[in-house]
C-alpha cells in the first residue's frame, strides 16, 4: 500500500492462483466489488434491499462469510480481505452457491470503515485477527482506539461488535480496549457468554483446520 493510509502488514498473497480462480478474481470479483473510492452507502450496494448490512473484517477463506450468508439471504454482507488467495476462495463459495447477498473489498478494511454512511452497518465480525503477540507489534492489531471510533461510527445505535480470538493476551487487549470505549457496551454477563460461539455463528477456517487454539475467547459488543 502506498501514500498515506493504513500500512497492512500482511499477505497480499500465496501461491499461484489456478486457473478457475484466477478466473474468479477477473470476472466475478469486479461485479462484486465495493468501490474503491468515494462514500459507500453499503444499503445501495443490494438490490434487492437488504434487511440490514453485516461487515466481515478479514474474512480469510470465507467459510464463515459464505455460511452466514447462505444462513441469512435477508442480510447484506460485506467481506474485507487483502489477501487475494482467500478472496478467490470465498468467490469459489459464491459461484458455487449461488450466493446474491455478498459484496468484497479485496483490501484492507481500514481504507472502507471512513468511507461508510454513519450508523449503516449492523453487526461486525472480527475472527481471528492476527494477534501480533510481540509487544513491540501490538500496534499493527486490528483493534485500536482508532478502529473502534470507526467501528463505533458505523454501527447503528444497538448494532454487534464480535471478536473472537485463541489468544488470551490478545483477548485481554481488544476487552480493555473495547469495554473501556465510550461507545461499547460488553454484552457478557458470565463466562458463558465468553467461552462459546454465538448460537447463531460458523466455524471460520481457522477453527475448523484446528489452528485456533484450545482456549476460545468470544467477546461481544453492543453499540450504544
Ligand atoms: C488469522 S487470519 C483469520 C482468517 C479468518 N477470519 C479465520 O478465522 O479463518 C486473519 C485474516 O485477517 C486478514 N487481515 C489482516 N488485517 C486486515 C485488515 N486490516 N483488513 C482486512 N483484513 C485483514 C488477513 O489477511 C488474514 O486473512
Not at 470476472?27 to 473510492?37: F, G, K, M, Q, T
Not at 434487492?48 to 480469510?60: H, Q, S, T
Not at 473502534?148 to 490478545?170: C, I, Q, S, W
Request: hydrophobic share 40%; aromatic share 10%; proline share 7%.
Amino acid at each position: 500500500m502506498g501514500g498515506s493510509g493504513p500500512r497492512f502488514y500482511g499477505r497480499r498473497r500465496g501461491k499461484k492462483l489456478r486457473p478457475g480462480r484466477q478466473a474468479l478474481i477477473d470476472d466475478l470479483l469486479p461485479r462484486l466489488c465495493v468501490p474503491a473510492e468515494g462514500p459507500v452507502d453499503p444499503a445501495g450496494l443490494f438490490d434487492p434491499v437488504a434487511a440490514d448490512v453485516w461487515l466481515e473484517i478479514g474474512f480469510g477463506a470465507g467459510e464463515h462469510l459464505a455460511a452466514q450468508a447462505a444462513a441469512r439471504s435477508d442480510i447484506g454482507f460485506i467481506g474485507c480481505e487483502p489477501f487475494v488467495n482467500g478472496v478467490a476462495a470465498l468467490l469459489a463459495q459464491i459461484a458455487g452457491q449461488g450466493l446474491e447477498n455478498v459484496r468484497i473489498l479485496d483490501d484492507d478494511a481500514r481504507l472502507l470503515l471512513p468511507r461508510l454512511t454513519d450508523a449503516s452497518i449492523g453487526r461486525v465480525y472480527l475472527l481471528y485477527s492476527d494477534p501480533w503477540p510481540k509487544k513491540r507489534h501490538r500496534n499493527r492489531r486490528f483493534v485500536q482506539r482508532e478502529t473502534l471510533d470507526d467501528l463505533a461510527r458505523v454501527l447503528k445505535p444497538g448494532g454487534l461488535f464480535r471478536f473472537a480470538t485463541d489468544h488470551m493476551e490478545h483477548a485481554r487487549w481488544a476487552l480493555r480496549l473495547a469495554a473501556n470505549h465510550p461507545d461499547f457496551k460488553w454484552t457478557a454477563s458470565g463466562p458463558r457468554d465468553w467461552r462459546r460461539r454465538w448460537a447463531d455463528g460458523f466455524a471460520t477456517r481457522y477453527e475448523e483446520k484446528g489452528l485456533a487454539g484450545p482456549d476460545r475467547v468470544y467477546l461481544e459488543f453492543r453499540r450504544r
